[in-house]
Nanobody, 123 residues
Framework: QVELVESGGGSVQPGASLRLSCAAS????????IGWFRQAPGKEREPVLCKTSSDRMVYYVDSVKGRFSISRDNAKNTVYLQMNSLKPEDTAVYYC????????????????WGQGTRVTVSS
């Protein structure tokens, strides 16, 4: 069964860090680009950042540059979204999604999606 399972969300104060996990099963992540999306309350889902299969990072939200990053653990078939210096405007449900080569970041359609994990940043 092909699945992406996310974890690691929660409620934190501004300035804190969180690491979201996205574990894949039923396929290997090696040849996939990994995108992280978010949907804030009352807003549409938006792409945040993406890492290509060749490990190039693509940012879609300027405010996360220098704060968010994506890493992979191929042995665990898991990708991570490291979020540092969190701000209230980062509050959203975060989704991971993957797209197989030859498609990559920016593709209009991703192959698989996680179920989402909620991040709340509030004092």
């Amino acid at each position: 069964q092909v699945e992406l399972v996310e974890s690691g969300g929660g409620s934190v104060q501004p300035g804190a860090s969180l690491r979201l996990s996205c574990a894949a099963s039923g396929f290997t992540l090696d040849d996939y680009a990994i995108g992280w999306f978010r949907q804030a309350p009352g807003k549409e889902r938006e792409p945040v950042l993406c890492k290509t299969s060749s490990d190039r990072m693509v940012y879609y939200v300027d405010s996360v540059k220098g704060r968010f990053s994506i890493s992979r653990d191929n042995a665990k078939n898991t990708v991570y979204l490291q979020m540092n210096s969190l701000k209230p405007e980062d509050t959203a449900v975060y989704y991971c999604a993957v797209v197989a080569a030859p498609f990559t970041c920016g593709s209009p359609a991703y192959d698989f999606w996680g179920q989402g994990t909620r991040v709340t940043v509030s004092s």
